[in-house]
Structure formats: structure tokens, C-alpha cells
């Protein structure tokens, strides 16, 4: 349905040896990435509760621990920050493009030569896993699980159905995102009438701020930056966050927020961080592709969302990025003009 | 499906009347409120198109012509901005809760003595058609439009999608309001499949601001006020317009914006009118009413989002407006704690 069809989509379903590895496996961690969002967590809950339907012992793992903002969702406080004391026979993984997304949880488990079956959505995944089941057509790993559900004729229970439907409002803003297709809404009708809240899930994730963030995106947007050829960005300091009483790993959103802009075509929010490196949030309006840029400095995302950290301060971060997001900017063309 | 279930959702559905008085007419007006939004024209260039279709000569009318940043829609280029030589024999609106809604188009076509069926989602509509096809529970007038097709058993067209799909990404933010039911979501997705592009709708009226505005709105946003009963509000003067270069009737949306933050139950715009009155915007959270504090100040709305024109000057606006949002905010309770 994407009209970014000049980039096929990376597919690779491997629906029987996955089925090998997991009719095999009786204790199962169920991984996710570091620094999780609404996908992270409502996939990886959604099929650990699902491989519980099917008589799996299946136990959550984070990296980090659970973000509060996502308590509401069922199965949530069982999730374990750590694999120390975890005994398992198999690892899946949900939402991560390679290894190092999993974290210290993910390189605990594989040093003990443990199989890992790893489902996910984004394009730049590396096809990490023993089996994989990568579908970058999909618009979330909610979506993946949902299809996996499908196609193993696993059942559906209201728990699963919350936790799937907030993974997929999360990666979508609530199918505001390119990916969003008409069969996606048809999974988010069933999901709903399985017993998913969406209302409730969009109030919980989406529509919810804290009013400190307000007062710091309206001091950081006065000195936002708008370039000729189409690119607006903007750089976050670590005093920003200080002055504003925010710890400096708040999800902060402006890049989102830019791409809205009507002149733009890509945004970039560039956030210095502790240790002296810089993070980079992009965004592009369908017809261009920051998952490229994203790529070749070592980070990953979608055509239209992605993200990477560089090792050099702010100032220096800026005159490398810039430049590139420049030639993007000059080579794509916007679809809806 | 809304658990705003203590108040009775406004439903009279007079589907023979409307019928009867549409299978009479051969030249229809089709009207919808002033200042429109994407429901207002989505909704009507629908019915146009619908009404078409099953042989009528069919004109859309808006008093004040087309918002420019709607003029991809089928037909949007056939919108009268006046009835003066418009010859018909019924008068048809969507989205207007009252006729003065309808502006001078309606009052002019009304004068005539002309029979009037009039569709619309509003908990505060007046049942003021001589058919009336109303229901509060739909998300948008355009579901309205497209339960009506459903229930007459008229054509769906590709074009027609396109216009109702528009009607309801716009009313419901993208399917992020309370009143989203799975039923909704199953319409977009026939929407959808009959040819309407989500994506290009996302992108053409949610996904798309003035950069002028995002100055704007940082600048005013420094100025936001929390009470501790959980209403946030802001004042918004001609002179913040000016000095953006923005037009003061320009879309600016804040309270939406304000209403995210953790800690609003409430949240309201006062924005000062040229002739001396003010333009106050409202929205709440799911458990809480401001459709009740429009209506009582002579405007209108939804329980969650509603708006009103009080007569009086900014200041004393916020003296009136502010005692009536706290003892709401004091009564309510919120749904998702």
C-alpha cells in the first residue's frame, strides 16, 4: 500500500523454522529493544501472553526495566530488567534490528548459545536471529505478532488484544504513518472487538505529556531552523532539559512535531547527551528517506522514521548531519504537493 | 462504546421523512457551517457526490467559499460561496447544529421557504430540519453521510471514500478521539479499499502547519496557565497574529495541544476578535463535560471538544469563562488514572 515503492520492502517470513524453534523451546524469554516505546513493549507483552495460550512458560525481559507510562498494560509488572538469575531454553525477540538493540538482556542470553527467533518490522533489521520473521510492510511488531496469531492459528485473548493495539497506535500516532493500510485497520477493528480499548490506549500513550515538556518545547522551538532546501531542525542541550526539571532521557517528540511544518520535507531534533555524544531523531514526509542517513551512520529506523547516535559533540554533529540531510532534501520528491 | 455513558447520546434518525423529501427534490443545495473544517466539507462534498449519483443536480455551498488546504478533494472546486443565483427546491446540511451555523447561505435558502433534511453528529443539535438524520454517536457527520449510504443503499464511489474518509481523519484527529468505535474502524477500512488514501489525507490536513504557526505557538505557548483543579488555558491576542504575520482567523489549535499535558483535565483558548468578542476553544478529557459550558454561553459541540463567542473582551472572557471550567474540572472524574 506504501507509495515508497521505489524501496521493496524487506520480507523474510521464516514461519517453519520459527515454528521448530519455538514447539521446542519450553521456557522462553521474551526480548525486547533498549530504551522501549508502545511497539517494544505491547509486542513483546503480546506474545508472551501468547505463548503462554499455546502452554509456553514465557517471561518478559527488558533492559532497563518497564517505562511507567506503559503499567496499564496487562502481564507489565512481571517484566524482569535483568537475565542473572532467568533459565531459558530460547530467545525471542520483538521491535529490534540487530543484536545490539537487545542489550546487556539480549548479549546474556546468546553468550549462553541459546536459539533466538527475532520478529520484527523495521528495514534496516540485519536478520540477526536463528529464524526470523521480518516484514517491513507491516506498520508496527504488533502487527508481526498479530500476522504470527494468523498464521499459527494461535488464539486471541482481550489481554493480547490490549497489548497488540497499543503497539500499534504507538509506532503509527494512531494510523497517522504512511505504513497504516487498509488491512491494519481491519486487525485494529478485530483487536478492538476482541476487547482492546482504544480510547484508553491512545489517552494512556499518545495524548498524554508532561505539562514541563510543554514549557520546554516552547523554549526550544523559538530557536528552531528552517533551510532553503526544505530541512528544519533543531539542537537540544543537556541545560535545556535542567533548567526545564526534565531528566535529560524524556521522549521529547520535536522531530514529529517539525515534519508538520508545511515547507519542510525532513526534520531533525540533534540532543546532546551525558558522555559528550549527540542523538539524532529524523522524520521525512512520504518520497523522501532518512532510514538511509540513519543507516550509514551506524543508527537504523524507517523511510520516514529513524534515529542514530553519533560520537562528536552538538556543534560538530551539525555540520555533519546537515549536509546530508541537505542532499536528501534536494533528491527526494514530495508526493502530495 | 463511549464510557461517557452518564450522558445519553442525542439520536433521531427520521430516515422516511429524509427520504421523501429527497426523492421529491431534483435541484439540492447542500450546505454545511461556516468557517468549515474537514468534517463540515468532507461530509457535504460527499453527499454531493452521492446525491449525483443517484440522478439529483446537486450543489455544495459554503458561506465564505473553500479553505484553500482542502482543495484536493473531488468536487471542492464546485463549492458556491453563495446561494444569491442558486436555484433549488431542497436544502441539505451536514455537520451545522443549528441553522444559524448555516450562515447567510442557509438563512438566504430558508427565506425562500424551502424544505430543509439536515445530518449532523452534534450532542447539541437542534433538530432544526424539517427531516432530521442525527446521531451523536457517530465520530463525524461523514460517518453519518456513510451510514446513510449504507441505509439507502446508494453507491460508494471512489471519489465519495475520499471525501468521508477526510471527514472522519479530520473530526477524530486520525481515530484518537473517545467516540472512535470498532465499528469506525471498519468503515475506513472499507473507505479505504474503495479507493480513499489515508496516507495523502494524513498528510494534506493533520500532518501539515504554517511554519509561521510553530513560531507562533512557541511564543504563546511561554504564557500557558495550570490551575491546580486541572484546567490549563492560554490567551491568544490579535497582536500575537500580527507580529507572526499570520491572519487572525488562522487554525491554531492549542487547546488540543494543551489538553495532552498529565496534568489537564481541561483546557480552553481565549482568543480576541477583531470586533471586540472572544473565540473561546475547549476540550476535556474522557469523564469530564464541556459541551455543557458551550452550550449554556450560546455555542456548541461535543462532550469532549466544544466552542462558543462570548461578546465581551478578553479579560473579562477569562473572568466568565474560568469559575465555570474549575467547577467542572472539580465535578468530573477522569476515566484513565
Known amino acids: 500500500m506504501s507509495k515508497n515503492d521505489s524501496i521493496t520492502p524487506l520480507v523474510q517470513l521464516e514461519w517453519d523454522k520459527a515454528a521448530a524453534l519455538i514447539s521446542r523451546g519450553k521456557r522462553i524469554a521474551v526480548l525486547t529493544h533498549v530504551q522501549p516505546d508502545g511497539d517494544a513493549i505491547g509486542s513483546m507483552l503480546g506474545l508472551t501472553l501468547a505463548l503462554r495460550q499455546i502452554g509456553k512458560e514465557a517471561t518478559p525481559v527488558v533492559d532497563g526495566g518497564l517505562p511507567e507510562r506503559f503499567a496499564f ?114 486487525k485494529a477493528q478485530v483487536l478492538m472487538e476482541t476487547g482492546a480499548d482504544l480510547p484508553e490506549i491512545v489517552q494512556r500513550t499518545l495524548a498524554t505529556i508532561p505539562t514541563a515538556l510543554m514549557r520546554f518545547n516552547a523554549i526550544v522551538m523559538q530557536r528552531f531552523q528552517l533551510e532553503p532546501e526544505g530541512v528544519i531542525w533543531v539542537t537540544i542541550t543537556l541545560e535545556d ?33 551525558p558522555e559528550g555524544g549527540t542523538d539524532i531523531s529524523m522524520r521525512a514526509v512520504p518520497g523522501y528517506n ?36 541537505k542532499a536528501e532534501a534536494r533528491r527526494g520528491e514530495k508526493l502530495y504537493t
Open 290 to 325: 532518512v532510514a538511509q542517513i540513519a543507516l550509514s551512520l551506524g543508527g537504523g529506523g524507517h523511510l520516514l522514521a529513524a534515529g542514530c547516535t553519533l560520537d562528536m559533540p552538538l556543534d560538530e554533529a551539525v555540520q555533519t548531519l546537515l549536509p546530508m540531510l
Open 73 to 186: 498494560l496487562p502481564a507489565s509488572h512481571e517484566i524482569l530488567s535483568s537475565v542473572e538469575d532467568l533459565e531459558v531454553d530460547l530467545i525471542v525477540s520483538t521491535d529490534a534490528s540487530d543484536m545490539k538493540r537487545l542489550g546487556n538482556a539480549g548479549a546474556g542470553l546468546r553468550e549462553r548459545g541459546l536459539p533466538l527467533v527475532q520478529l520484527d518490522h523495521h528495514q534496516t533489521n540485519l536478520l540477526f536471529g536463528d529464524a526470523n520473521l521480518v516484514d517491513a510492510r507491516t506498520a508496527a511488531a504488533a502487527e508481526g505478532v498479530y500476522d504470527l496469531l494468523q498464521y499459527y492459528n494461535w488464539p486471541l485473548t482481550p489481554e493480547i488484544a490490549q497489548c497488540l493495539l497499543t503497539g500499534i497506535v504507538t509506532d503509527t500516532l494512531a494510523f497517522r504513518t504512511n505504513s497504516t493500510t487498509s488491512a491494519l485497520l481491519g
Open 241 to 273: 532539559f535542567k533548567e526545564a526539571g526534565l531528566s535529560f532521557d524524556t521522549y521529547v517528540g520535536l522531530s514529529g512535531y517539525m515534519i508538520q511544518s508545511e515547507d519542510a520535507v525532513i526534520s531533525a531534533t540533534l540532543k546532546q547527551l
